[in-house]
């Protein structure tokens, strides 16, 4: 039987389910769908649109970043759009709601370019961070993008409010940015991995830009650093998300490889102000967390956070060699040990265990006001390749929340045609009301297509029927105005 508050997409009438096809693509409007009957098979054209991360403005408003592709070309695009409170397209950005941003380093081919972070200045002003395709044969530079709250790039920032970063540390040159933030004194910080050589060797990659969009020289004096595990088989360390203390310190989150058998550990450093480890954070500035709970033991942290002075991380942890996994969580305390009032041991995993091989993956991490945790990510439905998104809570000792959903844990199916892949990616907390903005990517199966899709949670799990269509939104970057 299913874990979890099941919902579905209400039609309003005659007890009819609809899978919320999208409508007829739109010269200049973009493409949100809000339920419409319209099948698969009468699309004209495919879209692939991508969300993979958000950012909740103080006005209540949700930036969603990702990508867009043109089928035509393969070539991709920054991809950023933003919703009113209800759910609606924020007109007052871009005139349409949504902005490309295209770095085109390889001149007239495009090359791939995704946004896979987001993050607010002080000022309103959006920083969009992702990699940007800078050679055929697999190198990809850090890209950052810097857009006015009117939805312009801001042309006071790097080349025409764009700039990227290359590690260049050897391999194929492979340069990831999975994670931005922006610290007090209004500098950029953006971190990911980079590679070393052809053999899988990657490191965990940070870099520093100063306001105007430069690489910032006071920063381990070249504005950019590795930090390497190394700690086993290929020596494949990522990092997946970063947070910014207010104090300037650094968090890097992600995985690091034991051994060559698969076997990974939730991976995090720390590190100062100028650059230098943090040693006042587990005596080195950095550390490894293992569930080991069978298989390969593959324990991989996506996201991190901040809560207090605590470090929260979110991720899975394998269970046995079959692809089980379930949502995974870990709070340390400010000197990097293990929080013990949080689950006994700082430790805590979540299963839905709904179909398949049971793969539970939590992708993002989201602190509430009153000390709980969310998190969300995509929860394995069949062997068919249907997940849906899947959302938990815990309470702040660790423990799911019996007040949300069926005993804390909520599963959302977009199902844009039917069982399909939906992938939450990112999720925020509105502390005016406890509400959970989850932001995603929902695929049509053997279709190729793929839209935005955003669902919004009340604070007891349900979905919140004031914003967009009965708490969904689904949509396609098909013609959005360029920025200005």
């Known amino acids: 039987m299913r874990m979890g508050l099941q919902i579905r997409r209400w039609a309003g009438t005659a007890s009819t389910w609809i899978s919320g096809a999208h409508r007829p693509r739109k010269r200049k409007r973009p493409n949100w769908d809000y339920l419409t009957s319209e099948p698969l098979e009468q699309r004209c054209v495919l879209t692939v649109s991508q969300g993979w991360a958000s950012v909740l403005q103080p006005d209540g408003k949700e930036i969603v970043g990702g990508s867009a592709l043109d089928p035509a ?35 007239a081919a495009g090359g791939e370019d995704a946004a896979t972070c987001v993050s607010l200045q002080a000022d309103g002003k959006i920083v969009v961070g992702g990699s940007a ?33 290359g590690f260049q540390a050897g391999g194929n040159l492979e340069d990831r940015a999975t994670g931005i933030g922006v610290a007090q004194d209004g500098k950029i910080v953006v971190g990911g991995w980079a590679t070393r050589n052809a053999s899988g060797n990657t490191d965990f990659a940070v870099a520093r830009l100063t306001t105007s969009g430069s690489v910032d020289p006071t920063f381990n004096s070249t504005g950019k650093k590795l930090i ?17 203390q207010p104090d300037g310190r650094i968090v890097l989150a992600g995985s690091a490889q034991i051994s060559k058998r698969g076997d990974y550990d939730f991976a995090v450093v720390r590190l100062n102000t100028n650059g230098s480890a943090d040693k006042s954070f587990a005596g080195t500035g950095k550390r490894t967390v293992s569930f080991n709970l069978g298989g390969n033991r593959s324990d991989e942290a996506t996201s991190v956070a901040l809560q207090g002075t605590n470090i929260v991380l979110g991720g899975y942890a394998t269970r046995d060699s079959s692809g089980n996994e379930d949502f995974a969580a870990v709070r340390l305390l400010s000197n990097g040990n293990l929080d013990r009032s949080f689950s006994g041991d700082g430790k805590q995993t979540a299963a839905f265990d709904l179909g398949g091989s049971l793969q539970d993956r939590a992708t993002s991490i989201a602190p509430t006001p009153d000390g709980r945790l969310v998190l969300a990510g995509l929860s394995e439905i069949s062997d068919g390749g249907d997940y849906d998104y899947g959302v938990v809570r815990l309470t702040p000792n660790g423990s799911l929340d019996p007040s949300f959903g069926n005993n804390g844990s909520v599963v959302v199916p977009i199902d844009l045609t039917g069982d399909a892949r939906d992938e939450a990616h990112a999720v925020t907390v509105n502390p005016e009301d406890d509400s959970i903005t989850v932001a995603g990517t929902a695929y049509s199966g053997d279709a190729g297509d793929s839209e935005v899709a955003v669902a919004r949670l009340t604070w ?24 200005v």
């Open 73 to 107: 070309t393969g070539n991709s695009d920054f991809a950023i759009s933003r919703l009113n409170p209800d759910g609606t397209p924020d007109t007052t950005f871009n005139g349409d709601g949504q902005v490309l941003v295209p770095f085109n380093l390889l001149g």
């Open 460 to 483: 007891l799990g349900n979905l919140d029927t004031l914003f967009a269509q009965n708490g969904l939104a689904t949509y396609s970057f098909d013609n959005p105005n360029p920025p």
């Open 228 to 244: 390497a595990f190394d700690v086993g088989g290929a020596r494949t360390d990522k990092a997946s998300s970063l947070a910014v």
């Open 133 to 165: 395709q800078a050679s055929l044969n697999g190198d990809y530079d850090f890209a950052v993008a810097r857009i006015n709250f009117d939805g312009t790039l801001d042309t006071s920032f790097g080349n025409g409010g764009k700039t990227t970063i």
